[in-house]
């Protein structure tokens, strides 16, 4: 089954701490990875991506994420936090379905950063 | 540039009542739109996408349905609300290339 895995549910962390918040993707679906952040009742916002090229791609605010096909992962990575990163973040993956793909998320990572 | 409009914010209605939420884009055409459900703890469920006008797929069953009456226009609806339908919904859209999605600032549906 195509599917998308977010390993951890919740990850406390201290401010200026690194975090790595992980994801792992069957290998049925297109390479196509994202990480979508969201901050308390508000939508999902694209924070960084991954579609062909370079397997380590970069949000603006620090965050890191690398592609690794043989263990089909995309783990989400930040060496130093700050108390505004503290939000939900999903792991997300273009499945084809027919002649069309659409975005399929894993569960989410709330993670919470502490003074 | 493309906007994502989703209403009402939030939602209290009591059990059996019908629902109606609506999402709107502006700024592409023959966008592929979906209906997401976020219940706590358990991430986001598709309920729903379409690729067009009048076409609609449905995920998982429920007593929930969508409509696309028109290119830009996402609709979910329910004729009798339950307790379980309680949750944070999400609309979102694709471009054809489905390489990136866009989502409306949701609505919390609370059914009491």
């Known amino acids: 089954a195509q599917s998308v895995t977010q390993l951890d549910s919740q990850v406390p962390v201290f401010e200026e701490a690194p975090v790595e918040l992980r994801c792992n993707y069957s290998?049925?679906?297109?390479?196509?990875l994202f990480w979508y952040v969201q901050y308390p009742n508000q939508g999902l916002q694209l924070l960084l991506k991954y579609l062909s090229g370079s397997t380590l791609v970069e949000s603006i605010n620090g965050f890191e994420a690398e592609f690794n096909k043989s263990q089909t992962s995309f783990h989400l990575r930040k060496p130093s936090v700050h108390i505004s990163d503290t939000a939900e973040y999903f792991c997300a993956a273009v499945r084809t379905l027919g002649s069309q793909g659409n975005l399929i998320f894993g569960k989410g990572t709330k993670l919470s950063v502490k003074p | 540039s493309q906007t994502i409009h989703q209403w009402p914010a939030t939602l209290v209605q009591p059990v059996g009542s019908p629902l109606s939420l609506e999402c709107t884009v502006e700024?592409?055409?023959?966008?592929?739109l979906y209906w997401y459900r976020q219940a706590a703890g358990r991430g986001l469920q598709l309920l729903f996408y379409?690729?067009?006008?009048?076409?609609i797929s449905s995920e998982v069953p429920q007593n929930l349905s969508a409509s696309r009456p028109q290119d830009r226009q996402f609709i979910l609806s329910s004729k009798k609300l339950l307790l379980s339908d309680s949750g944070f919904y999400l609309c979102?859209?694709?471009?054809?290339?489905?390489?990136?999605?866009?989502f409306g600032q949701g609505t919390r549906l609370t059914v009491v």
């Open positions: 979102a859209w694709c471009g054809q290339s489905n390489t990136e999605a866009f």
């Open positions: 700024g592409t055409s023959n966008p592929n």
């Open positions: 290998s049925s679906v297109s390479v196509y």
């Open positions: 379409s690729v067009g006008i009048g076409q």
